[in-house]
């Protein structure tokens, strides 16, 4: 424990702040006859952990710490939520595209929504999906993603959304 603290005392403050932020917006894949709709909105910001392997070298993993928020409305009834866990990408040489996948944590202010019951504050979110990166930073990506409960509670119906992600690094 000494080890981790002194080495985090002596990493540069840049080490150790987000070294991206990213908005994502998603809609419910497929939406059940008790819901019109189902919606997430979501801003995140995430932080490496530990050096990926070296970008000029070909294929290359990298993975990050994402913390997130965002609103999750179905049939116009909305709550907040916060996740955080990790997410591994693997990217192409010259970091041109990203495979990434993750799973993290959710808690969900509320989990009753109108007639939609997801059982639980806590939910896990899994995502897998593709970005491309555009630009000096600029990446634009979809995934799959996928918020449920993990049977913690009977009510489990999950829930699968369509995910556009629109993500910056510096």
């Known amino acids: 424990m000494a080890a981790l603290l002194a080495g985090l005392a002596a990493a540069p403050a840049r080490a150790l702040g987000p070294r991206a932020a990213g908005v994502l917006l998603s809609t419910d894949r497929d939406p059940r006859v008790y819901t019109r709709e189902v919606r997430l909105r979501e801003a995140y910001l995430a932080w490496p952990l530990g050096r990926s392997s070296a970008p000029d070298a070909g294929w290359h993993m990298t993975a990050e710490l994402h913390a997130s928020g965002g609103t999750l409305t179905a049939n116009r009834k909305g709550t907040w939520f ?83 992600e629109a993500r910056f690094e510096w």
Do not use: C, K, M
């Open 82 to 164: 916060a996740t955080v866990g990790p997410v591994v990408a693997l990217r192409t040489p010259g970091n041109r595209v990203q495979l990434h996948a993750g799973l993290r944590p959710t808690y969900l202010n509320d989990y009753r929504l109108g007639v939609l019951d997801v059982g639980s504050h806590l939910q896990f979110t899994s995502h897998a999906g593709i970005a491309v990166r555009l630009g000096r930073g600029l990446w634009l990506g979809y995934r799959i993603e996928h918020v449920s409960n993990a049977d913690v509670d009977p009510a489990n119906p999950g829930l699968n959304f369509d995910t556009f």
